[in-house]
């Protein structure tokens, strides 16, 4: 009791129906309602009058989420479809099909963000930054074109560069924390803000060396290996080369991640099993 429209002649050839004759029937037939379309070709299309945005991979429909996804996905290279009218170009009336989102569920488990065309593994310890629910499979026609890479803790968002850890996302504020803290162009990756945007943001990313002081305390530190040493006096500063200008002020609750060492800074320092002064 459907009209099914056939979306071209390679649908027509896979369906079986090339070499069946085309039968002319009776005019009461025109007016049956139009069905769903009969598609196997891949390729991007829209059923206007709807604003929804498909991705076809011959056999379902992926949703796009926004035209982020579109660039995510490298949609722009696909082939956009035009086909004939069907019930799918009715108001209200979509075909069934899977979210297409920028966050990839692979078939062995593994998650992956889709961001421009590259397609990045989250090592286990990253997994947390993301609801485990916002994953969902994808086609894998697109998933076999885009680049494949690994997420590193370092990442490049926009102008400003972050550290992954502790399940948040802490801002590089100076160039002497980025020397410090090893980042390269070897080692950072850039990501689209939406990618990053509820991952909840940390203290500032501090290098070790890094000199500063407490808002409300007198007292000078250097930070060595995530905790802060209270330099003793300003012949230990002297001493190891440290300069003034070099030294920060924070409040309590920006350096709240960097605990105080259990002892002070002094002379003596143990290095590989070997007293220095």
């Given amino acids: 009791g459907l009209r099914k429209p056939i979306a071209n002649p390679k649908t027509l050839s896979d369906l079986g129906l090339a070499s069946t004759p085309v039968v002319a029937t009776s005019d009461i037939n025109s007016s049956q309602p139009l069905g769903p379309l009969l598609m196997t070709t891949e390729g991007v299309v829209k059923f206007e009058p709807n604003d929804a945005l498909y991705y076809f991979d011959g056999q379902t429909y992926y949703a796009l989420s926004s035209m982020g996804s579109y660039a ?28 297409l989102s920028s966050w990839y569920l692979a078939p062995d488990g593994t998650h992956y963000i889709v961001d421009l065309g590259r397609l990045i593994s989250i090592p286990q310890g990253f997994s947390s930054l993301w609801p485990s629910s916002q994953f969902a499979q994808g086609p894998q026609a697109l998933v076999d074109r885009l680049a494949k890479i690994a997420l590193t803790p370092n990442i490049w968002v926009d102008s400003d560069i972050f550290v992954l850890s502790n399940g948040k996302k802490h801002y590089v504020a100076t160039l002497y924390d980025l020397n410090a803290l090893g980042i390269n162009s070897s080692n950072v990756i850039s990501l689209q803000s939406d990618k990053v945007a509820n991952i909840p943001r940390g203290n500032d990313a501090l290098g070790d060396g890094k000199l500063l002081t407490i808002q409300g305390d007198q007292s000078i530190y250097v930070l060595n290996a995530g905790t802060l040493l209270h330099i003793a006096n300003p012949g230990v500063f002297s001493a190891y080369g440290f300069s003034w200008t070099d030294i920060s002020s924070y409040s309590t609750t920006q350096i709240s991640d960097y605990p105080l060492a259990g002892s002070d800074l002094l002379y003596g320092k143990l290095a590989d099993g070997t007293y220095l002064i």
């Fill in 72 to 99: 995510d996905w490298g949609l722009g290279q696909a082939t956009h479809l035009s086909v004939p009218t069907s019930s799918y170009n009715t108001a209200g009336i979509s075909p069934s099909s899977q979210p």
